[in-house]
C-alpha cells in the first residue's frame, strides 16, 4: 500500500537514524518528533500534503480523542498516522501506541483537529479514512531478548495487516543504531 510514501517514509527515517541520531542531535521523544517531521517535509510536496504534529483525531465523531505524533495528509484524506518512540535505553513500549493505531483503523472517518490559539478557529474537517491509510510506528529503542535470537517485538495487529510499517533503530551501547 502507498509505495511512493512508504519509500519515502524508510528514506527519512534511516536518514534521520544515520545524521541526526548518530551526532547527537536526537535526545528526547519531541526531538525526534521534530527531526522526522523536517525531514518529511522535505521529501514531500507542501503544496499537495500537509503534516500535522500531535493533532487531535476524534474516530467516529466519538468521545475518543487521540493524539499521534504525526499524521500526513493530503487536500482530502489522512494517508499517514505515525506514533513515535524514543527508548534508547530500554525495550520499547508500544501496547498504547498500536491500540491508538488499531482505534483508528476501526474508524470508518475521523475528525482532525488543528486549534490555533490566536485568530478565527478553524473548523474540523472530516477525513475519510481508507483502507490506503498507512500506519507507521517509529522507534529508537534498546535491543531486545527477540532481536538478538531474530524475532521481533512489535507484532502487527490483524487489523492493520498490509498498512502497518514498522521502523526502528535498535540501539546498544558497543555500536551505532542498527535500522
Not at 39 to 44: C, I, M, P, Y
Amino acid at each position: 500500500m502507498r509505495p511512493r510514501l512508504r519509500k519515502i517514509l524508510i528514506e527519512c527515517w534511516k536518514d534521520l537514524v544515520e545524521k541526526e541520531y548518530a551526532q547527537r542531535r536526537v535526545n528526547s521523544e519531541r526531538s525526534l518528533q521534530a527531526a522526522y517531521w523536517a525531514k518529511l517535509n522535505e521529501a514531500l510536496n507542501p503544496k499537495t500534503h500537509r503534516i500535522f504534529i500531535e493533532p487531535q483525531l476524534s474516530p467516529d465523531g466519538g468521545a475518543t480523542r487521540l493524539f499521534p505524533d504525526l499524521v500526513i495528509s493530503n487536500s482530502q484524506r489522512v494517508i499517514a498516522v505515525i506514533e513515535l518512540k524514543y527508548q534508547p535505553r530500554v525495550n520499547p513500549s508500544i501496547i498504547k501506541d498500536l491500540n491508538s493505531l488499531t482505534a483508528l483503523a476501526n474508524a470508518d472517518d475521523i475528525a482532525l483537529t488543528a486549534d490555533r490559539y490566536a485568530g478565527p478557529q478553524a473548523r474540523s474537517h472530516p477525513y475519510e479514512l481508507n483502507d490506503r491509510v498507512l500506519y507507521v510506528w517509529a522507534g529508537i529503542h534498546r535491543q531486545t531478548p527477540e532481536d538478538l535470537i531474530g524475532g521481533s517485538p512489535i507484532i502487527c495487529p490483524a487489523l492493520l495487516e498490509g498498512r502497518f510499517l514498522c521502523l526502528r533503530a535498535i540501539t546498544s551501547r558497543e555500536a551505532a543504531p542498527v535500522n
